[in-house]
């Protein structure tokens, strides 16, 4: 799934993560597309932090079962019927500096979720950064308009 693939590329592209640039402080709130293009992220603030969901996919159905692509690697049996489109990644990721956020993000391709840092690197561009122990990966996402 492309999705999968592209938050895989994110959590899993250990070459180290670029130092994340401080940006005046904005405002995060909109839809953001994903490096690779293929799926667009609702971000808006809840309760002293932020969320997103997923809103848009390129592909949104499975070419295995012909349906909705679905949360299937989800560990949680009850979770795997889920689709893809409406799925939150990250809820209540807390401020953590300027035009930065810090929490946990979930990873549908493996149903894993992982430390995580968001940080708005100009008006347009957000760097997402998903952390496993001392391994990060990260993928800038722009603003989608």
């Given at each position: 799934?492309?999705?999968?693939?592209?938050?895989?590329v994110?959590?899993?592209s250990?070459?180290?993560a670029?130092?994340?640039?401080?940006?005046?402080?904005?405002?995060?709130s909109?839809?953001?597309?994903?490096?690779a293009?293929?799926?667009k992220?609702?971000?808006?603030?809840?309760?002293?932090?932020i969320?997103?969901?997923v809103?848009?996919?390129?592909?949104?159905?499975d070419?295995?079962?012909?349906?909705?692509a679905?949360?299937?690697r989800n560990p949680n049996?009850?979770?795997?019927?889920?689709?893809?489109?409406?799925?939150?990644?990250?809820d209540?990721?807390r401020?953590?500096?300027?035009?930065?956020?810090?929490g946990?993000?979930?990873?549908?391709?493996d149903?894993?979720?992982?430390?995580?840092?968001?940080?708005?690197t100009?008006?347009?561009?957000?760097r997402?950064?998903?952390?496993?122990?001392a391994?990060?990966?990260s993928?800038?996402w722009s603003r989608s308009r």
């Amino acid at each position: 799934m492309i999705l999968r693939s592209a938050l895989a590329v994110m959590l899993l592209s250990w070459f180290g993560a670029p130092a994340l640039a401080q940006a005046p402080n904005g405002d995060p709130s909109g839809v953001w597309m994903t490096q690779a293009g293929d799926a667009k992220i609702r971000v808006r603030n809840c309760g002293d932090g932020i969320c997103g969901s997923v809103m848009w996919l390129r592909e949104p159905i499975d070419p295995a079962t012909g349906q909705a692509a679905r949360d299937s690697r989800n560990p949680n049996p009850s979770l795997r019927a889920r689709p893809i489109v409406g799925l939150t990644l990250f809820d209540g990721m807390r401020p953590s500096g300027q035009s930065r956020w810090s929490g946990r993000i979930y990873n549908a391709d493996d149903g894993q979720t992982y430390v995580s840092h968001i940080a708005m690197t100009g008006p347009d561009s957000l760097r997402v950064e998903g952390c496993l122990g001392a391994l990060c990966g990260s993928e800038a996402w722009s603003r989608s308009r």
